[in-house]
Nanobody, 124 residues
Framework: VQLQASGGGLVQAGDSLTLSCVVS????????VGWFRQVPGKDREFVAT????????FYADAVKGRFTIARDAAKKTVLLQMNGLRPEDTAVYYC??????????????????WGQGTLVTVSS
């Protein structure tokens, strides 16, 4: 299974950006696909995840109300729409796939497959 993330870039505070993650194949090990982010010197942080079958969504408190995750099963793509971006959202964003579908998927250790990361920079 391979994941290809794209869509990062440089934006100003308050702007919007959409990240895309294409999954090469859907299996029992890719029941959920989500996003994490990481800045240098810090642990990888959960952002949002969606389950393929039910479309259940999980969000980190830091992005709730600003970010929206969605899936297109036919295209095997997960989108992360990011509105109202803030400088503290600056990070490398990684998409990842997990076999889990419950709230435990907030933990990065529950993800087996990871994409290469895409950089999001928000200037103030």
């Amino acid at each position: 299974v391979q994941l290809q993330a794209s869509g990062g870039g440089l934006v100003q505070a308050g702007d919007s950006l959409t990240l895309s993650c294409v999954v090469s194949q859907l299996t029992t090990t890719t029941n959920s696909v989500g996003w994490f982010r990481q800045v240098p010197g810090k642990d990888r942080e959960f952002v949002a995840t969606i389950t393929w079958r039910a479309g259940t969504k999980f969000y980190a408190d830091a992005v709730k109300g600003r970010f929206t995750i969605a899936r297109d099963a036919a295209k095997k793509t997960v989108l992360l729409q990011m509105n109202g971006l803030r400088p503290e959202d600056t990070a490398v964003y990684y998409c990842a796939a997990s076999a889990f579908v419950d709230s435990s998927i907030r933990h990065s250790s529950h993800y087996k497959y990871w994409g290469q990361g895409t950089l999001v920079t928000v200037s103030s």
